[in-house]
């Protein structure tokens, strides 16, 4: 029997095929892949591109971007916003194009979030050989510089043939909506392949929806879970990213409310509850809170719920401190729920914590330690209020006074994004999280570059929503490219752009393992040839602008806050840029963090730093 086809490219039907696919999680379905960025070359002009203009705007929403890693961060804005229940594409020539995905793939397989890469490759037919751009191996004619995206893809492959795209273009959307597996995928596309037509199946293009599961709980492990709670008297939970993924923050907070267990966040997972909720105690690990690193280090039972358990969140294996701690990890990855030698419960966050708040029905902790921890709160709290504030409102900001200015602005659902530098850990300390998705820090792979893309990504999904990116001037340096995107788009993203004259947070960080601060400044050279001389001349906020940006000079706390408001207001993109005082007002790091520091040294610095070092590690254990 012969069955209807429709004869088409192989981009087309990629496309075609793109557009029908679909997730649904408790009955709320969407696009899989609901638009697609690019830059076109000679590797995918005429076959991705063309299918994309084919298309059309309505059936397939295209995005043009400055750079391709940019391209790959702002997908995976898009994508967390979004639950990880819909996604973007990312389409790239070959060559260079292709290459630079692979810092956002890594990002993205990092963190757990979806984003399509579709690069070119070199023909599959080797018509002419070598290409433009194409890479020779003597001894491997099917490599090309596509195989670097072979480790940070949670799926590859690459389509040599027309009819190989049907398995392929399957597996990878069972990947991308698949909550265990989900991260980058990589289908690479030779471009001769791209552009060859096939009688297609029409079955191929059917809509498809994407069941989201959410797997119950083992009753056996469940049970184990149940009985380990209940036989702890200090238990702490960890709430991770999977929160967030699964939307469970309301059966959390069912929980906590119900058993009095304090709440302690992840990077990922920080918003989890409310900074104001009783039983929330910030961040936990080495950039955590005094009184959550407290809890960590006497509580006897861990219940990890979403997290990955990073070297940040255990304070590389020092913090969870308790001859006899045990761990309990909630997590829909088997492969995370394992770590720490944990007692396992491998299911949706969301799921599990309602059948754990069933079978912990009645229980509570002892009163002495809800009213210890609750003490300890109220004490960082005021700690908090003194970071965040200054005295002397005609004063020079401080990094963490400009923190105190973005807080006294920002609405309940504003969204605040960063990945790199000391504000990671700042905004992990003093931030005051009003909801789930207002706090979006990329801590996974902590790339420098991250904010701006991401924060156009966050507009795309939550249009109308507050975005605040920000970022130091080195992080701004590396790929302030996509400020060009989101003023051609028209998305108001506010930059928030702090001026601090070099790396400021590997400079302590140098400074902490003997470095000395080598190398982290931006200063011209002294007579010496060390970086060690005047600031550079440079103007970012005149860069801002050039590139489009509506641009406000601040230079105290009170014109900083009148700034972030008039942005707030703007309806265009908007650069909010000042000059911070250097001087430190963080509350200092509450856990350590493994940076090895040389054994042998002539200098007195290093002696001392690898002196500080031994003491550490001589803390660290594993658990078994």
């Not at 002009?45 to 750079?67: C, I, S, T, Y």
């Not at 959410?214 to 056996?220: G, L, Q, S, T």
Request: glycine letters at 10%; a negative charge.
């Amino acid at each position: 029997m012969n069955r209807p086809t429709l004869r088409l490219t192989t981009a087309q039907a990629l496309v075609r095929f793109l557009c029908a696919q679909y997730t649904e999680r408790d009955g709320t379905r969407q696009r899989l892949i609901a638009g697609t960025w690019g830059i076109f070359g000679h590797g995918n002009v005429a076959g991705v591109g063309q299918a994309l203009l084919e298309a059309g705007e309505d059936a397939m929403p295209f995005h043009q971007g400055r750079n391709e890693q940019a391209m790959v961060h702002a997908a995976v804005g898009y994508a967390r916003q979004l639950g990880r229940l819909s996604a973007q594409a990312v389409t790239t020539s070959i060559g260079p194009g292709a290459t630079n995905l692979v810092t956002g793939a890594a990002l993205a397989t990092i963190n757990r979030l979806p984003v399509l890469l579709l690069p070119g490759d070199h023909f599959a037919t080797r018509p002419a050989d070598p290409l433009l751009q194409q890479l020779e191996h003597p001894g491997q004619a099917d490599v090309s510089v596509n195989d670097t995206l072979r480790p940070v893809s949670r799926y590859f492959d690459r389509i040599t043939r027309p009819q190989a795209l049907i398995p392929s273009a399957l597996g990878a959307m069972r990947v991308l909506s698949d909550p265990v597996e989900t991260g980058a995928v990589t289908l690479a596309l030779p471009q001769d392949v791209q552009a060859e037509a096939y009688d297609w199946p029409r079955e191929f293009f059917a809509e498809r929806v994407w069941q989201v599961r959410r797997p119950a709980p083992d009753p056996v492990e469940l049970a184990g879970a149940v009985r380990a709670i209940r036989a702890a008297r200090r238990p702490l939970i960890v709430a991770g990213g999977g929160v967030h993924h699964s939307g469970a923050e309301e059966a959390l907070r069912d929980l906590a409310d119900a058993t009095g267990i304090p709440v302690g966040s992840t990077q990922a997972g920080k918003g989890s509850l409310r900074h104001d909720h009783p039983a929330d105690l910030g961040g936990v690990g080495h950039t955590g809170t005094a009184v959550c690193d407290a809890i960590a280090r006497t509580a006897d039972l861990v219940i990890g719920v979403g997290t990955r358990y990073s070297d940040f969140t255990t304070a590389s294996n020092t913090l969870f401190a308790h001859p006899d701690v045990r761990f309990v990890n909630v997590n829909v990855c088997a492969f995370d729920a394992h770590k720490l030698a944990a007692r396992t419960v491998v299911a949706d966050a969301r799921t599990a914590l309602v059948a754990l708040a069933e079978g912990l029905g009645g229980h509570r902790v002892p009163e002495a330690y809800e009213a210890e921890y609750r003490a300890g709160k109220e004490r960082w709290d005021g700690i908090v209020e003194r970071a965040l504030h200054a005295r002397d409102e005609d004063s020079v900001p401080t990094q963490t006074q400009v923190l105190g200015a973005l807080d006294s602005v920002v609405g309940e659902d504003d969204v605040v994004i960063n990945a790199a530098g000391s504000l990671p850990g700042d905004l992990h300390k003093l931030w005051r999280t009003r909801s789930p998705r207002q706090y979006h820090v990329e801590y996974g792979y902590s790339c420098m570059g991250y904010e701006i893309p991401a924060g156009i990504g966050v507009q795309q999904a939550a249009p109308g929503t507050p975005v605040w990116s920000l970022v130091g001037d080195g992080t701004y340096l590396m790929m302030p490219t996509e400020i060009v995107t989101a003023v051609q788009e028209g998305l108001p993203v506010n930059l928030v752009l702090l001026q601090n004259h070099g790396y400021a947070s590997i400079g302590g960080l140098s400074e902490e393992t003997g470095g000395e601060r080598f190398g982290t400044a931006y200063r011209y050279r002294d007579g010496s040839g060390a970086f060690t001389g005047a600031p550079l001349p440079v103007d970012l906020a005149a860069n801002a602008a050039s590139l489009g940006m509506d641009v406000i000079r601040a230079r105290t706390v009170r014109e900083l806050r009148e700034a972030l408001a008039e942005a707030r207001a703007s309806s265009r993109p908007t650069c909010v840029y000042v000059e911070t005082d250097p001087t430190p007002t963080a509350p200092p790091a509450e856990a350590w963090w493994d940076v090895p520091v040389a054994q042998v040294s002539s200098r007195a610095c290093a002696q001392a730093a690898r002196q500080r070092y031994d003491d550490h590690t001589a803390e660290r254990r594993r658990h078994l």
